[in-house]
C-alpha cells in the first residue's frame, strides 16, 4: 500500500479533514449574470452501482494503481510521449522564465475521477475535474475525453481533495458515484480537428452520506468567455512517480493566449504530467478557499497537451454557446440532442493584425532564434524597425512570452507577440533582401543575410531573439 501524502509538501498546509461547507470560505462564489437564471431541474434514477457498492470497489490499492486517462496503451508505442501525455523527462528543456506549479494539497471543489476500463477489470485510470454551481447541485466538469471513458465503465466516481492511500470510505470529503454524463456528441477524442474545441463534458453525481457533492465541497462558477488572454490559476492531479509520488494537486498561475486557429487558450507551465486531464483554469482565484470563475478545462488541440517535444505547453477550451447549451443541458438533467449541426469551427486568422498593417512589412524571415526548436519571425517595417515574433510551432505567434530585456513591444495594430529588436532607423530602410540559414554550420537556424539597396550584402550570425548577431560583410557595395 502506498503512503498517503506527506504533509511537508512545498508550499501546502494540509486542511483539516473536518472542515464542513457551513463554513462561508467554501460555498460557491456568486454566478455570472447569464447564469443567474437557474435552469428548472428534472430528477432522474440513479444509474450505476450503489455508492456502498462504490465504497467497497475502490480500495486504497486501485485508485493508487489507477493510470492517467491520457497515458498510451500498455505496452507503450516506440514514440515517446509528449504534452499533456508526458512524464517528467521531456525531449528539451523549457525556455527560461516558464512557470513551475507549485505542489499543494487541495482545495474541496477539486478532485479525480476514477474508473474501470472495458472489459470489465480492464485498467483503472482517472483524470482530474471540479464541482460547478448549478441549482441541482450535483454536476462535476471534466474534459471531453475524460467523459468518453467514464461514459463507457462500470464503477465510476469522484473523489473530492483525493488522498492516496486511503480506501474511498476514508476520503477527506467522501466519495461520489458517477450516474451520467453529457458530452456534445461532435466531440472527437483527442481530435487535432476544430471539434476539439468541443473537449468539455460535465458529470452527474450522486449524493454520499455527507449530502449533495456542491454542499459539500462548494463550487466554481461556470463562466463563458469570448477571450483568450487571462490571469487564471491551473489545477490538476499529475501522475509521475518521479516528480509526484504522493499523487497531490498542482497549481500554476499564468497568463493565457489563443491557440492560433482554434477557440482554445494556450499557457506553459512545467509539470502537467498526464492526470491533469479536465483540471479547471480558474479566474479570480480564491487561494485561501479555492473559489472563482471557471473559464475552461485542460483538454482541447490533441487532449489538451502538444504534439511536439514542448511538454511545458497545455491547452483549454474556451466556453461559447455550444458549451453552454451543453452545460444548460447538465443543469437542468436534460438528454442532450444527437442532432446537432456540424461544428463551425474559428475564424480567427493564424497570424495577428489586419491587412493595412502588414502593407508595411517590408520583408519577412524565419530562423530558431530562440534554439526551441520552433521557428520565428524577424520582420523588417517599412519605416526602419525590426522586430521578432516567437513562432509557437502550430503556424501562430506567442504573444505573451518576455524574451530577456527586449522592448516591451506591441504596437497599436494590436499585434501580439512581437519583441523589438531595432527601433525604427534610416539604415534599415536601405535593405532589398533578406534570408535565414545556418550558414556557420552550428546546427541551428540562426544566422540572418541581408542585402542592401546598394548592393552590399551582410551576415548577422548567431542572431537571438533579443539581438541582432555580429555582422561580418559578404559582398562590399557596388553601383
Not at 69 to 95: C, E, F, Q, Y
Not at 314 to 320: F, L
Not at 440 to 446: A, L, Y
Request: net charge negative; glycine share 12%.
Amino acid at each position: 500500500m502506498l503512503s498517503p501524502p506527506s504533509s511537508t509538501v512545498a508550499g501546502a498546509v494540509d486542511p483539516t479533514d473536518s472542515a464542513t461547507p457551513s463554513d462561508a470560505s467554501t460555498q460557491p462564489a456568486e454566478p455570472s449574470p447569464s447564469q443567474s437564471a437557474e435552469p428548472t431541474v428534472f430528477p432522474s434514477p440513479p444509474d450505476g452501482p450503489s455508492l456502498s457498492e462504490e465504497e467497497k470497489y475502490w480500495t486504497a490499492e486501485r485508485m493508487a494503481n489507477a493510470v492517467p486517462v491520457d497515458d498510451p496503451p500498455d505496452p507503450a508505442p516506440a514514440a515517446s510521449k509528449h504534452g499533456i501525455t508526458a512524464g517528467a523527462a521531456a525531449h528539451r528543456p523549457p525556455p527560461s522564465g516558464t512557470p513551475t506549479p507549485e505542489h499543494f494539497l487541495g482545495h474541496p471543489m477539486v478532485g479525480t475521477f476514477f474508473f474501470d476500463g472495458k472489459p470489465l477489470g480492464g485498467p483503472k485510470t482517472y483524470c482530474t475535474g471540479s464541482v460547478v454551481h448549478t441549482g441541482a447541485k450535483d454536476i462535476v466538469l471534466t474534459a471531453g475525453h475524460c467523459g468518453l471513458g467514464l461514459k463507457s465503465a462500470t464503477h465510476r466516481i469522484f473523489v473530492p481533495r483525493y488522498r492516496i492511500g486511503r480506501p474511498a470510505a476514508e476520503q477527506p470529503d467522501g466519495v461520489f458515484p458517477v450516474s451520467r454524463l453529457y458530452i456534445d456528441p461532435r466531440y472527437e477524442r483527442n481530435s487535432k480537428k476544430a471539434v476539439s474545441d468541443l473537449d468539455l463534458a460535465f458529470a452527474q453525481v450522486g449524493p454520499n452520506s455527507r449530502g449533495k457533492v456542491e454542499d459539500v465541497t462548494g463550487a466554481l462558477t461556470f463562466t463563458p468567455t469570448s477571450s483568450y488572454h487571462h490571469k487564471v490559476t491551473v489545477i490538476g492531479y499529475p501522475d509521475d512517480a518521479g516528480v509526484n509520488p504522493d499523487h497531490v494537486p498542482v497549481r500554476c498561475p499564468v497568463s493565457t493566449s489563443q491557440l492560433p486557429g482554434f477557440r482554445q487558450m494556450r499557457m506553459t507551465c512545467t509539470g502537467f504530467y498526464g492526470g491533469v486531464s479536465g483540471g479547471p483554469w480558474i479566474e479570480d482565484h480564491n487561494s485561501t478557499n479555492g473559489t472563482g470563475k471557471v473559464i475552461g478545462n485542460t483538454g482541447g488541440y490533441n487532449g489538451g497537451g502538444n504534439d511536439a517535444d514542448d511538454d511545458w505547453v497545455t491547452y483549454a477550451p474556451i466556453y461559447g454557446k455550444d458549451a453552454q447549451d451543453l452545460f444548460a443541458d447538465a443543469a437542468a438533467h436534460r438528454k442532450v440532442d444527437d442532432d446537432k449541426p456540424p461544428y463551425q469551427p474559428s475564424g480567427d486568422p493564424w497570424l495577428p493584425g489586419a491587412a493595412t498593417t502588414w502593407q508595411h512589412a517590408d520583408l519577412m524571415a524565419s530562423g530558431d532564434f530562440r534554439q526551441t526548436g520552433h521557428s520565428d519571425m524577424i520582420v523588417v517595417w517599412s519605416d526602419g524597425e525590426v522586430t521578432l515574433y516567437p513562432g509557437n510551432g502550430h503556424g501562430g505567434y506567442d504573444p505573451e512570452r518576455q524574451l530577456l530585456d527586449n522592448y516591451a513591444g506591441t504596437t497599436t495594430s494590436g499585434l501580439g507577440g512581437e519583441h523589438r529588436i531595432l527601433d525604427p532607423n534610416g539604415l534599415w530602410k536601405h535593405d532589398a533582401a533578406m534570408t535565414t540559414g545556418d550558414f556557420t554550420g552550428n546546427g541551428r537556424t540562426d544566422d540572418l543575410v541581408i542585402r542592401w539597396s546598394d548592393g552590399e550584402t551582410t551576415m548577422y550570425t548567431d542572431t537571438l531573439a533579443d539581438r541582432l548577431g555580429t555582422e561580418r560583410m559578404l559582398v562590399a557595395p557596388t553601383s
